[in-house]
C-alpha cells in the first residue's frame, strides 16, 4: 500500500530565507505523480508543485522546488526566498495506484518569521 | 467561474443527528472525492465516485454514506454510526483522465456536541 511520511510537524523560518521540507514515500507502482499542496490558515488546499516520476529533472514552479530521489523515494520541497505568505500546512501527495485517488502525508506547518 | 462549492462553511449538530455536507462543482469533472481532515492526521479519503451511480469507499467510510446522482454533485452524509464526526471535510473533484490532479473546495468544519 502506498504510504506518505512527513517527518517534520512543524518548521519555521526567516523571511527572505531557504526552507526544506522532507517528504519520504512507499509505491509499488512504477510510474507515478508526486505532489506538494499548501493549505494556508484559509484552509484551501493550493497545488504548489508536481512531479512525474518518470522524469529525471526536478521540477520548479517560481520559488519552489523539488529533490525527487526516486531510488531513495524522497521526495522534498524547496522554498527559496520565503515570503509571509509561504506561512501554511504543506502536504507531500501521491495517487493510491494509477488514476485514483490521493493519499497525504500528515503535513508540515511552516511558519514564516519577519 | 468554474469551481467547486461547499456548504456551509461551518456546521453544527447535536449527537445522534445524521447531516448532509454539499459539494458542488462546475468544472464538468467525473471524478469527485471526500476527505476528512484532522489535526495531525492530514487528510484522510472517505469515498470517492468516478462516475455518476457509482462510488467506491476510502480508507475510512464507517459512518458515511453519499450519492452520486447528478455529475456536478456528491453529497455526503454524516450519520449517527460515525463516533467521532467533528472534523473538517474537503471536497475535491478530478477528470477522469487525469484523476491525480484534483481541486479542491473551501471545506466544511462540522461540530457535533
Known amino acids: 500500500a502506498q504510504t506518505v511520511t512527513q517527518s517534520q510537524p512543524e518548521m519555521s523560518v526567516q523571511e527572505a530565507e531557504t526552507v526544506t521540507l522532507s517528504c519520504t514515500y512507499d509505491?509499488?507502482?512504477?510510474?507515478?505523480?508526486l505532489f506538494w499542496y499548501k493549505q494556508p490558515p484559509s484552509r484551501q488546499m493550493i497545488l504548489v508543485i508536481r512531479?512525474?516520476?518518470?522524469?529525471?529533472q526536478n521540477a520548479t514552479e517560481n520559488r519552489f522546488s523539488v529533490n525527487f530521489q526516486k531510488a531513495a523515494k524522497s521526495f522534498s520541497l524547496k522554498i527559496s526566498d520565503s515570503q509571509l505568505g509561504d506561512t501554511a500546512m504543506y502536504f507531500c501527495a501521491l495517487p493510491y495506484s494509477g488514476n485514483t485517488p490521493l493519499v497525504f502525508g500528515k503535513g508540515t506547518r511552516l511558519s514564516v518569521i519577519a | 467561474d468554474g469551481g467547486i462549492t461547499q456548504s456551509p462553511k461551518y456546521l453544527f449538530r447535536k449527537e445522534g443527528q445524521n447531516v448532509t455536507l454539499s459539494c458542488e462543482q462546475n468544472?464538468?469533472?467525473?471524478?469527485m472525492y471526500w476527505y476528512r481532515q484532522d489535526p495531525g492526521q492530514g487528510l484522510r479519503l472517505i469515498y470517492y465516485s468516478q462516475i455518476v451511480n457509482d462510488f467506491q469507499k476510502g480508507d475510512i467510510a464507517e459512518g458515511y454514506s453519499v450519492s452520486r446522482e447528478k455529475k456536478e454533485s456528491f453529497p455526503l452524509t454524516v450519520t449517527s454510526a460515525q463516533k467521532n464526526p467533528t472534523a473538517f471535510y474537503l471536497c475535491?473533484?478530478?477528470?477522469?483522465?487525469?484523476?491525480?490532479?484534483?481541486?479542491f473546495g473551501p471545506g466544511t468544519r462540522l461540530t457535533v456536541t
Open positions: 512531479q512525474e516520476a518518470y522524469k529525471q
Open positions: 509505491t509499488s507502482e512504477s510510474n507515478y505523480y
Open positions: 475535491a473533484s478530478s477528470s477522469a483522465i487525469r484523476a491525480y490532479e484534483q481541486y
Open positions: 468544472l464538468n469533472h467525473d471524478a
